[in-house]
């Protein structure tokens, strides 16, 4: 067999050169008579070293990175082809200490394999999680979900297992999973990586959820920001259905079960489960009120079953290597890992899965290894947008959804982005409301119009206009924006807001602590 | 480096294809694959959808106007979607933003939009060029890129 090299093919890896990369291996190897078999797997997710070229050797694969398309010429004459020495050489990726000191169970295989071959997947564990499925039957897988204490990876934290209960004992002659691809918060791109990397773990935990509450259709709702994504999943879903994966008998069993891809339009508020289902039935994507639930009255008003991508990703090995296993790990009541996202000004950003429980300063410090420009750390925004601003004094905050809440911030879908010293967090809580006001799906009032007079307010303290009456005024607003949003959207949206003003009260002009501190 | 968008002039026929290929889907599919062929969603499509899904044109615009992505104009030249997210602006965002303002604007042909997040996030700041990815645009590669859109 000709020897393999690995260019990955990820959104993160392409944005810095990996189609030319890889285009010029080919190229290369061509050149020299020396023949090659390109592999476009998914990223490991270290993107520091993106394009992260790996060459397949006796000892194992070894890394160089990051390669540039005028890095190649020069990589191959290095002896790049029997891992030879070159600046750029990392090493066996998975001896770096930032994928070294990582617990993969979904991510286990991103990176590693080709994410659109069947048999690489089988060879390297898929399917085993859906055979077992098979086997034990829906009342039983949904006992496992619900034993292996999993807990929604969208946002909400809310329990998988009592949700997919809820669906399965639902009557209807039709019933609906839809993944929840809509992954817009600012700082994340695990469903981005798993959908380009190991797309086959989601088509798995797909049919498994429909074996379990009775669905025969799926859908995954990916942004349309994710180009490569798209293009991934839809080739993913295509050879599932070619290879019986999904179809009549999906996996070889007695349910059929087929999935449709649908692309988001560019609305932040279809990651919000009841205005994804608006959108997916081609309506403008408002939120509904609740209840009734989507578990209940979902899409065309049948039960649905909303999972975020990585939630459905982990079922696979909770049936696999089961419930215990991934209840074993983790910290309080967020059991399992959680695949992290190091975004920001970080040294060391990408892709983290942990088990609960480390500590944020672990997090930034000592795995991200402080800031990219060398400038000391001053905030953390934990969640996407709707994310609290956490400072220094509140890093030994344990990744656990009950201790975020108590310091009223919250995990969300697990980004992590750092802010260096010369972050304004005056522009950072008025970006919070500009965002808000941008993708408010107007349907309530509190969203659509707290908003945009928030920012207003904002401005205004921000200029020294009578900062004591107007920070009443955007507290005021914050209230009622937590308390009477419909949605998420402006219920969280004062989080970012009150955080930089309890925490960061001196970037808000000329206002006393103590005023700031009114929440 | 950049290829140009899809643009091919409005057919009243070929859009009429393009919906009778989507079948009895949803209308995003069909706003999207009239797009894709267009380079945007003309007024003159609004009833074409209306009448092959059953809907009032009052919906099909709601539909139209409520997505940041469906345009009623093609977009002239390059198209830049910059991502103006959080975890960008911590890699310099901002200054990208003002760069690339200043320096588009003696050239013409260069639509710059704002898009909040692009998931790359680690490799910002980052941006969408007539589609295509494109992360780490700071020093020499951002430079890189203000020259290839000037061609």
């Known amino acids: 067999m000709n020897p393999r090299v690995f260019v990955p093919g990820d959104a993160a890896a392409a944005a810095v050169g990996a189609d030319e990369v890889a285009t010029a291996v080919a190229a290369e190897a061509a050149r020299l008579g020396v023949p090659v078999q390109i592999v476009r797997n998914g990223s490991r997710g270290v993107f520091e070293f993106e394009t992260l ?124 999973v839809v993944c929840n691809a809509d992954e817009g918060d600012s700082g994340t791109f695990a469903d981005r990586m798993l959908l380009e990397g190991d797309p086959f773990l989601l088509i798995e935990g797909m049919v498994i959820a429909g074996l379990a509450v009775g669905a025969s259709q799926g859908f995954i709702y990916v942004r349309s920001e994710y180009p490569h994504a798209i293009a991934a999943i839809r080739r993913a879903t295509a050879a599932a259905r070619a290879t019986g994966l999904l179809g009549a008998s999906a996996g070889g069993g007695s349910r059929a079960f087929d999935i449709e891809v649908r692309v988001g339009a560019g609305a932040y508020v279809c990651g919000e489960e009841t205005a994804l289902l608006e959108s997916l039935e081609g309506k403008r994507g408002q939120v509904r009120a609740k209840p009734p639930l989507p578990a209940h ?57 942990t088990p609960f429980g480390m500590p944020l300063a672990e997090l930034v410090d000592d795995i991200g290894g402080g800031t990219l420009s060398g400038r000391p750390v001053r905030a953390v925004q934990v969640g996407g947008p709707l994310g609290a601003y956490f400072p220094r004094t509140l890093f030994d905050t344990p990744l656990d959804y009950e201790a975020f809440a108590a310091r009223d911030g919250l995990i969300g879908h697990g980004g992590v982005v750092v802010f260096n010293d010369t972050v304004d967090m005056g522009q950072q809580a008025r970006f919070a409301l500009e965002f808000c006001a941008i993708e408010s799906c107007g349907k309530c009032t509190p969203c659509r119009i707290g908003s945009v007079r928030g920012a207003e307010t904002l401005d205004r303290i921000l200029a020294g206009e009578r900062p004591e009456a107007n920070l009443a005024v955007l507290n005021d607003l914050c209230e009622v924006m937590a308390a009477g949003s419909l949605c998420a959207l402006g219920g969280l949206t004062p989080y970012p807001v009150r955080s930089a003003l309890k925490h960061f009260a001196e970037d808000f002009g000329a206002v006393p602590r103590a005023a700031a501190d009114v929440s | 480096m950049p290829d140009g968008l899809p643009n091919s002039p409005w057919s009243a026929a070929r859009a009429s294809e393009i919906i009778a290929e989507g079948g009895a889907g949803a209308l995003l599919p069909l706003l999207h694959a009239l797009q894709a062929e267009f380079g945007c969603v003309p007024d003159a499509a609004v009833p074409l959808l209306a009448s092959a899904l059953n809907l009032s044109r009052a919906e099909v615009h709601g539909v139209l106007t409520f997505y940041h992505d469906f345009r009623r104009t093609p977009v002239e030249g390059h198209l830049v979607r910059l991502c103006r997210a959080e975890a960008c602006q911590a890699r310099g965002g901002r200054e990208v933003e003002a760069t690339l303002k200043a320096a588009l604007e003696i050239d013409a042909g260069v639509t710059l939009e704002a898009v909040y997040c692009l998931g790359l996030c680690a490799s910002g700041p980052a941006a969408l060029v007539n589609g295509k990815p494109v992360a780490r645009l700071h020093g020499a590669r951002l430079t890189q890129l203000i020259e290839a859109l000037r061609t």
């Open chain 1, 53 to 176: 070229v790996e060459i397949e050797t006796g000892a194992g694969r070894i890394g160089y990175g990051p390669i540039y398309p005028e890095d190649v010429a020069g990589l191959m004459a290095a002896g790049f082809l029997q891992g030879g020495p070159h600046p750029k050489r990392v090493g066996r990726p998975e001896a770096l200490p930032f994928l070294a000191r990582q617990t993969r169970l979904t991510f286990a295989r991103c990176g590693l394999t080709d994410p659109f071959s069947i048999d690489d997947y089988r060879a390297n564990g898929g399917i085993v999680g859906l055979e077992k499925a098979l086997r034990l039957g829906p009342a039983e897988i949904v006992e496992r979900v619900k034993a292996s204490g999993l807990r929604g990876r969208g946002g909400a934290g809310f329990p998988a297992g009592i949700k997919w209960e809820t669906v399965a004992r639902a009557q209807a002659l039709q019933k609906y």
């Open chain 1, 297 to 353: 009255a979902g899409l065309f008003g049948r039960p649905t079953l909303v999972n975020n991508v990585l939630t459905l990703a982990a079922v696979p090995f909770i049936l696999a290597q089961g419930a215990d296993a991934y209840a074993s790990l983790g910290h309080g009541r967020s059991r399992g890992t959680l695949p992290v996202q190091l975004a920001g000004d970080v040294r060391n950003g990408g892709l983290f899965e």
